[in-house]
């Protein structure tokens, strides 16, 4: 995991030395230009080892700390070449040439003018190189991951890293989603410009497809010790006692109700069979097939359970989320009346996006990086933030890095802000 990082003369000016905070959250502040979201993009880049965007970046030198005792150092010289030092080896580096030639050679819709500068034939427009990375990302990803200056020359565990930007509710498509693999030198100059599709909609898709993956897998389980019972009842040793057969049972009753509560399952909650001595090596095997049925729903109603609590709880006043095994989940007014996803405001949306992102799409032991998550949202709901940010931290076992404007999303807790002004004026009276 990051522990640290140092950046000298970014942007030719500041000098930041910035330490990410033991509770699991660090707030970045500071006015606009002073660099909090190029800070965010430094460490998504280190993370996706990005060679490009270090190369168009105007620094002079970078320090990672890791918290496996590596370190990497990246400087940049007068050349815009970049030298890369792991834990002190020999040093290897990433040139700006090579970026010019790889795209000259195969992809000729694109001309290199000057300096960082290209025109798009297509829209004979000039786009600098980091618009121009994003395109290649994005309408040409065959392409984009044959760009292979980024790779590092050795293994390194670089910490994994997921990066929510300030556009969160329009995601860019490609017009041509079943485009075949592009040939190596030959490109339509008329290829599409990609468009967008509101994200909410495809999350709710996404969940949909969850739902469904975790059904089948599920009946698989079911099918396979199904077949098997009539065996292990006949070979089963160990009887079960009325105490642990009835604590297990319980259990396994609340997720049957969870289930069925988020219609997910069409599963009714077992009746409590009568407890008989004789009946106890049966009752085992009953309860031990029971709780591997259920077992694979675990993690998603857990995520379940934070994402629409917080939603319903503390969020939404007159609108409520419910899960659906058709639809992932929709919306009602609370008179029951059916609502669609772009029925909610700007601000609702950043929140279920937001949400649903941090609870479905990010890994246990990621770090996340938010950028301005008070986008369209009220001062009050800026203010709960930080509160289920503790406890999707705690559910997810994860760390956040957020920039932020808003006060009010820092609301008592100061301590955990780095603030980019106090460290470039700490810096400027040395």
């Not at 000298?8 to 500071?30: Q, S």
């Not at 200056?149 to 050795?154: D, F, G, H, S, Y």
């Not at 996803?341 to 990621?366: A, I, R």
Request: proline residues 3%.
């Amino acid at each position: 995991m990051l522990t640290k990082i140092r950046i000298e003369k970014l942007f030719d000016i500041f000098d930041y030395d910035i330490e990410l905070k033991a509770e699991g959250v660090t707030i970045l502040t500071g006015p606009n230009g002073y660099g909090k979201t190029t800070v965010l993009k430094i460490i998504d880049a280190l993370a996706s080892q990005d060679s490009f965007f270090f190369i168009g970046l105007l620094f002079k030198k970078i320090i990672f700390d890791l918290s496996d005792s590596n370190t990497i150092v990246l400087k940049k010289d007068e050349k815009n070449q970049v030298e890369v030092i792991i834990n002190k080896d020999t040093p290897f580096h990433w040139a700006a040439e090579s970026l010019k030639e790889m795209i000259e050679e195969n992809l000729p819709l694109f001309r290199h003018i000057e300096g960082n500068k290209w025109l798009d034939r297509r829209t004979k427009e000039v786009v600098s190189q980091d618009p121009l990375l994003q395109i290649l990302r994005i309408e040409f990803p065959d392409f984009y991951k044959q760009l292979k200056m980024n790779e590092w020359p050795k293994p390194l565990k670089i910490p994994r890293v997921y990066f929510i930007r300030e556009q969160r509710l329009l995601r860019p498509v490609i017009h041509d989603e079943r485009r075949a693999m592009y040939g190596r030198h030959r490109f339509e100059a008329d290829e599409s410009i990609g468009g967008f599709k509101n994200t909410i909609e495809e999350y709710a898709k996404e969940l949909h497809e969850k739902i469904k993956e975790t059904l089948a897998e599920s009946s698989q389980i079911t099918q396979k010790l199904d077949s098997s019972f009539p065996r292990r009842l006949f070979d089963q040793t160990n009887d079960i006692s009325e105490d642990e057969f009835t604590r297990r049972f319980n259990s396994v009753k609340k997720t049957q109700k969870a289930l069925s509560e988020y219609t997910i399952s069409d599963i009714k909650e077992d009746t409590h069979p009568t407890y008989k001595t004789e009946n106890a090596k049966a009752l085992h095997v009953y309860i031990n097939d029971a709780e591997q049925k259920l077992a694979v729903f675990a993690e998603l109603l857990r995520k379940l359970k934070a994402f629409t609590n917080i939603l319903n709880k503390r969020r939404f006043t007159f609108k409520k989320i419910a899960v659906s095994k058709e639809e992932g989940f929709k919306f009602a007014t609370n008179q029951g009346k059916p609502l669609a996803l772009n029925d909610l405001s700007s601000g609702e949306q950043q929140e279920v996006v937001l949400l649903y992102e941090l609870l479905f799409k990010v890994e246990p032991g990621t770090l996340v990086l938010i950028d301005e998550p008070e986008l369209s949202l009220h001062v009050v709901w800026q203010k709960q933030f930080l509160d289920d940010i503790f406890d999707i931290i705690a559910l997810q076992k994860i760390n956040i890095v957020i920039a932020t404007h808003s006060p009010q999303v820092i609301n008592n807790h100061w301590d955990l802000t780095v603030d980019l002004e106090e460290l470039r004026d700490a810096e400027a009276s040395k």
